[in-house]
């Protein structure tokens, strides 16, 4: 995938799987949807590199936040660890998390179902990654590793 057009097609074969009209690209190449109520999921085709980022704001840090919700986040930015692949971006002004991650063009092109069946798991990742932000009780602490209870199971077909 080289072009804002071969993206749109792409995008299109996407649409079919998923019935989500929306998934319609501007002409910067961006797509911004919402799914399950839960989150937004961007896209962004970079022409240049024929990447696809995926980013979906995951939290935002209450005031309180401990250290260790920090430590964690960058933990996972920096080592990859229980991030899939992708990494942690903090906004500054509103201290919102925001996973990203990039897709190769090309390897999305040749598996649409893939790439769906990809971000599903992100959005189950993002899911971990709000509960061990929010932490036990919900206010801001680090959880115990445990898997949460209420993880979503994201289906984005339709």
Not at 39 to 50: D, H, I, K, R, S
Not at 53 to 78: M, N, S
Request: glycine share 10%; with cysteine; hydrophobic share 40%.
């Amino acid at each position: 995938m080289t072009t804002l057009e071969d993206y749109a097609k792409f995008l299109a074969e996407v649409r079919a799987l998923t019935g989500i009209e929306t998934l319609r690209p501007d002409d910067a190449g961006l797509v911004s949807v919402r799914i399950d109520d839960a989150y937004n999921v961007n896209l962004q085709f970079v022409e240049a590199t024929g990447k696809i980022l995926c980013f979906v704001e995951v939290a935002q840090l209450p005031p309180d936040t401990p250290k260790d919700v920090y430590r964690t986040l960058l933990a996972g930015g920096l080592f990859g660890k229980e991030t899939a692949g992708g990494y942690f971006a903090l906004e500054p002004d509103t201290e919102t998390v925001v996973y990203n991650y990039f897709f190769d063009g090309d390897r999305a092109a040749e598996d649409p179902e893939e790439f769906v069946s990809t971000i599903e798991k992100i959005l189950q990742l993002c899911d971990l990654w709000a509960e061990r932000i929010k932490g036990p009780g919900g206010d801001g602490g680090s959880s115990s590793g445990d898997e949460p209870a209420d993880i979503h199971a994201f289906r984005i077909n339709a």
